[in-house]
């Protein structure tokens, strides 16, 4: 009895969820996580402005997302830092756990997607007009 109530009540609470009309507390990712979930999707708890450091990016935006997703795979902070702002990079090693679960797949030069949902990342140029990553954008399915 008290499973089909809980049952009931996350059915309930994830459709008032789809719907916007209930805000819900931020989940975290994974266990010590500092990145959660909220309604506009991944955003981390600690990520600083990362403006007094530019990356210096790679010469395409696809070299700057497969080298971002080799250096994740490879958990390679300093070589995802080379094409990344501080914020992605924080953002995406937070999900470490995620990734061993559902494994990463980098679909398309700005796409990651996992089991449960997506990463877009976000690259723009710097003012050597290189491309980097300079957001991770969640979303669910």
Do not use: Q
Not at 53 to 65: D, K, N, Q
Not at 75 to 83: Q, S
């Amino acid at each position: 009895m008290t499973n089909t109530i809980a049952s009931i009540i996350s059915l309930i609470t994830l459709c008032v969820t789809a719907f916007g009309a209930y805000e819900t507390k931020p989940e975290t990712v994974s266990p010590g996580s500092n990145a959660h979930w909220n309604a506009l999707g991944l955003v981390s708890k600690h990520v600083k402005p990362s403006a007094d450091r530019i990356p210096s990016g790679a010469e395409t935006p696809e070299a700057a997302a497969e080298i971002f997703f080799k250096a994740f795979k490879a958990n390679d902070r300093k070589a995802a830092a080379e094409v990344a702002a501080d914020g992605p990079v924080e953002d995406l090693f937070e999900m470490r756990g995620v990734d061993k679960i559902s494994p990463f797949k980098l679909v398309s030069e700005t796409v990651i997607y996992f089991d449960g949902g997506s990463l877009e990342l976000n690259i723009v140029t710097n003012y050597s007009g290189r491309f980097y990553v300079n957001r991770v954008i969640g979303s669910a399915d």
